[in-house]
């Protein structure tokens, strides 16, 4: 085997064929990793659909007329797991978006709802008392006897 030297890298002249030349074989360069983007938590989650879209806001004014005061607890009895009653009736309890006296009735604002799995929906919504706003978040599931649909955690601040 021959090598010669050509101003642009070393070339190996295959034995077998001295028409064409085989370039050498090129210098390793160092792995580098694509930058990994990150996945958006809500990645995968689907629209809901429009019939879940209003239970979602239907439900989202119920529950916040509980953690106001003006609806008793009791009322969402049946549309709650036993989980969800629980956490329901501890912030009743706490009272975070009780209004005190003489207040504005607190304000609803927008609903924003996903869906991350099909008999699954995530809620959140803004309620404004004057000057503060608080967030409500709460996971409605669809039960797999009755196909109602129930709230299996809520969430105040």
């Not at 797991?81 to 927008?110: E, I, N, S």
């Amino acid at each position: 085997m021959t090598e010669t030297a050509t101003a642009a890298a070393m070339v190996t002249i295959n034995p077998l064929s001295r028409r064409h030349p085989v370039p050498a074989a090129p210098r390793p360069t160092r792995h580098r990793p694509e930058p990994r983007t990150p996945r958006h938590p809500l990645a995968g989650c689907a629209r809901p659909a429009a019939g879940q879209r209003e239970l979602a806001r239907r439900f989202a004014l119920r529950l916040v007329e509980v953690l106001t005061g003006v609806r008793p607890v009791g009322q969402l009895l049946r549309h709650t797991t036993h989980d969800g009653y629980r956490q329901l009736t501890t912030l009743v309890r706490r009272g975070p978006l009780r209004p005190p006296a003489g207040a504005a009735r607190l304000g609803l604002g927008p609903v924003h709802e996903f869906a991350p799995a099909p008999d699954a929906l995530e809620v959140c919504v803004r309620v404004a008392a004057g000057r503060r706003h608080h967030m409500v978040a709460f996971r409605l599931e669809r039960h797999r006897r009755t196909e109602h649909w129930q709230c299996a955690a809520v969430e105040a601040r």
